[in-house]
C-alpha cells in the first residue's frame, strides 16, 4: 500500500469520528461558568449559555444525543448547571432541620408545603434532592465542589435513582471539573 492511499485512508477515518474539544461558551477570558464541556462542535451548538453563571443544555434519554431545546416530553431531560460556591453551598437547604415523613434503607421522603421531595445518595457519594411537580421531578446534585446539576424529567420515569444514575454517567462525560 501506498504512503498516498494511508494519507487518504486516515483522513477520511479521522473525518467520520466525532472530534470531542472544548465548548467555548464565551469570549471573554473571565467565565462566569469556568469549567470545560466535553463537546463536539455540533453537540456544542444546542448548548445555552448568556454569559451567566447558567449552563442550559437538553439531552434525549437514554441515548445521551444533546438535542436543540424544547419542552421536556418523555425522552428528554433537561440540564441546568451552575456554578455554585462550595463554601456556601448547602445541599441539604431545603430540608435542614426536617424529620422524614418516612424513610427506606436508600430514600427519605420529606413533605415541603404542597411539594413532595426526596433525598438519596446517587452513587458518587452526594445527597440528590428531587421534587415532584406538577408533571416534572426536578432534581439537584452536585459535582466536584463547584457545579450544581439541576435536572427535569417527565413523571413517566418513576425510578428516581435511575434517572440520577443517567444523570451522573452524562455529566461525568461531558464536564471537566
Known amino acids: 500500500m501506498n504512503v498516498r492511499l494511508l494519507v487518504v485512508l486516515a483522513g477520511l477515518y479521522a473525518y467520520s469520528c466525532p472530534v470531542l474539544a472544548e465548548c467555548v461558551l464565551s469570549e471573554t477570558s473571565q467565565l462566569e461558568f469556568p469549567h470545560k464541556l466535553n463537546l463536539s462542535e455540533e453537540e456544542c451548538k444546542f448548548v445555552e449559555y448568556n454569559g451567566s453563571t447558567v449552563v442550559t443544555i437538553s439531552v434525549e434519554y437514554p441515548s445521551m444525543k444533546i438535542v436543540k431545546h424544547r419542552p421536556v416530553n418523555d425522552s428528554l431531560v433537561t440540564f441546568r448547571l451552575v456554578n455554585v460556591s462550595s463554601e456556601s453551598f448547602d ?73 440520577d444514575d443517567f444523570a451522573v454517567e452524562f455529566i461525568n462525560k461531558i464536564l471537566e471539573i
Request: no cysteine.
Open 91 to 163: 445541599e441539604d437547604g431545603a430540608i435542614r432541620g426536617m424529620q422524614p415523613v418516612s424513610a427506606t434503607d436508600h430514600m427519605q421522603y420529606f413533605q415541603i408545603g404542597r411539594f413532595d421531595y426526596y433525598r438519596f445518595i446517587s452513587r458518587d457519594g452526594r445527597p440528590v434532592g428531587v421534587t415532584n411537580g406538577a408533571r416534572m421531578f426536578n432534581a439537584r446534585h452536585l459535582f466536584g465542589g463547584s457545579v450544581e446539576v439541576r435536572y427535569s424529567y417527565t413523571k413517566t420515569h418513576t425510578n428516581l435513582v435511575e434517572m
